[in-house]
């Protein structure tokens, strides 16, 4: 007697399905790392701006705040408030450059063309320190995040395509930095 191959085809998906997908929630998950214990209290510091952007430490900050209450084992807490842990960061760099150019015309000698392609890219650094002794129990420097838009040659949209950039490249680091600070990643 030949096995159909039906029956196969329904043997393979019960074991498949038996197996799981391996896909994890980050915050369900037992943790080795001592700050990362269900329940415990963080509090996050402002963000330091070092940078000539204006307001980029409160996109950050933000960012990283709706990460933790969205998906972390941590408690939120306001400022001045004593917490378990302290996450403290810096904005060291912002650099806006155009990597695309729409050539001007000839007609006009001053016509040296425009940005049609720039790029944005963010460097920060993350500091979490014991909030009972201050110490710096992870450190994580020069985090890199950039990301490109095409320039609308109307000139009134510029300014805002620039703040969806900026808004996407604080929710990559928050997601990024909290998933490595999850998983212990040294």
Known sequence: MKPSPFGAYLLLVVCL???GCGYHRLDRQQRTAAWAKQGET???????NLTPRLGLEDRF??????RVVAASPWRLVAQGEP????????LESYVSRPIGLTLGNDRAKASAGSASRVE?????SVD????QTGVVVLS???L?????????????????????VLESLADDFAESFLTQLLEGID
């Open 61 to 66: 900050t933000k960012a990283l705040e709706n």
């Open 140 to 142: 994580r420097r020069g």
């Open 144 to 164: 890199t995040f950039s990301n490109q838009y095409r320039v609308d040659q109307n000139f009134a949209s510029f300014d805002s395509r620039e703040l969806q």
């Open 128 to 131: 979490l320190l014991d909030g």
């Open 83 to 90: 917490s378990r842990w302290v996450l403290q960061g810096t």
């Open 120 to 124: 944005v890219a963010v460097v920060a």
């Open 17 to 19: 399905s038996a197996t």
């Open 42 to 48: 963080i509090r996050l510091a402002r963000f330091r």
